[in-house]
Every structure is written in C-alpha cells, then in structure tokens.
C-alpha cells in the first residue's frame, strides 16, 4: 500500500509539473530539474529512539546515511519559484543486547531497517534574481550564481523494520527467539532549506543545498506503545539542474 501511494503522489506531481511546459506560457525564470545526491543525518530524539539506545548498541547516529532527490522546480517570477520534491533514504543497521548474550556467550543479534520517502512542495526566495539584467536599460540577461532559501511541507511514507534474534522475558532465564517486526505509516513533514546554483552553462549548473526537516509518527502495528518515532533530520545534498 505504501509503494502505491507515492507511485499516486509522484503521478500528480508530474501531471502538476506537465502544466506550465503544456498548458501555461513559459514563467519568467523558467523550469529545471534538478537531481540531488547526499547525506540524511535522522535526529534521533524521541521516546522510541531513546528506549532503544539504553536497550542496544544503537544509537539515532547509526542511521546517518545516503540519500538521493529529484525536484522540479518552476518560476513564478524572477526571484520566486516552487519546487515538487521527492527524497529517498533507505539504512539498516546491526546491533545486540547491551547487558545480555545467548547460552554460547555470542550477542544477541538483530538488524534495524528506515525507509523514508518524502514527497513534499516548498516555496523558494531568490534574493538576487534567477537572472541578471544588464545593460544602461537592463536589455539583456546574464546568468550568474544563485543563492535562494525557502520553507516546505508535505508527507513522508516511512516503514521500521527489526529482524533477527530477540530475548523473551516471560521465562527465567529469558529465551532467545527470531521474530520479525514492522509497522510503516505517513506523516505529515515541514521543512527548511537553502542553497546556491552555480551555473556551468546556459542550460545547467551545479548545485549545493542544506535542508531541515520535522516529522514524528506514533509508533503502532508490532511496535504499538513504544513511543513516538522522530523521522526528521538534516540533509544536505550536491547536484546538477537542467533548465527549460
């Protein structure tokens, strides 16, 4: 079910980003898109994340890892724009039982796995412009490096896996025994970002940006009454833009 629903919301936002290339004249600034490669660092707050650190060798940090982004961005004026964005950030991490081991005096091991993928819109503030007017009149363009910041929201699909070897506490001395337990969910997301485009031709440039994200989902399925799950962080990201 959740594979469909971002297969439904990339859907509208490519029948959105179709609108002003087919149906609308060119804005001002024009579109691009852009293709965003970096590194999520998750907070780690949260009841749930600190309830699992005291009980294994994991901690928030352990699932910094890659993330990939496609955007489209379209002009509203010279110096604002829209951006339809998609992010895809998927770890897994190895730990054990901090105070327990099995019989044979080995760990006690299981394997954590986060997928999170948003799918959000933010408005973006051009400071100088997309493009630079020169001349005695201003009647001609010029390209130059772009700064621009802006706030955003939408909805993150995530899903929390836990797999492997876990100990039963209804029996004295708790048992070892291998489960596998999941619950997945959207919820809702904001946030803010800003970068800089640094042009390396008239149709593309290169860019780098950092955004800040908040969400947090009520734990439930096989986790149900473990807390809150915080899922957002900070990225940031390298990438090339295409205009059009």
Request: glycine residues 12%; charged residues 20%; negative net charge.
């Amino acid at each position: 079910m959740r594979r469909h629903a971002i297969l439904l919301v990339l859907a509208a936002v490519a029948a959105i980003a179709a609108v002003p290339a087919q149906a609308q004249p060119r804005s001002p600034a024009g579109n691009s898109l852009q293709f965003r490669f970096g590194w999520f660092v998750p907070t780690g707050d949260g009841s749930f994340w600190d309830d699992t650190a005291d009980t294994f060798t994991l901690d928030g940090s352990d699932f910094d890892d890659a993330v990939f982004g496609v955007t489209f961005v379209t002009g509203v004026s010279n110096t604002l724009e829209v951006g339809f964005n998609i992010d895809f950030y998927d770890a897994t991490v190895r730990s054990a039982y901090r105070d327990w081991i099995d019989e044979s005096g080995f760990p006690i091991l299981h394997d954590s796995g986060l997928d999170v993928t948003p799918v959000t819109v933010d408005i973006r503030f051009l400071p100088g412009g997309r493009l630079a007017y020169r001349g005695a009149r201003g009647q001609y363009a010029v390209h130059h490096p772009v700064p621009y910041f802006g706030v955003g929201a939408g909805l993150l699909f995530w899903e929390y896996v836990e797999d492997g070897d876990f100990l039963d506490f209804t029996y004295d001395p708790p048992e070892v025994f291998p489960a596998h337990f999941e619950d997945d969910g959207v919820a809702p997301e904001i946030h803010a970002l800003a970068g800089i485009e640094i042009p390396a031709g008239p149709a593309w440039s290169f860019l780098l940006e950092g955004r800040y994200s908040w969400a947090n989902a009520d734990l439930g399925q096989d986790f149900e009454g473990l807390g809150t799950l915080e899922l957002g962080g900070f990225s940031g990201f390298f990438g090339v833009a295409f205009h059009f």
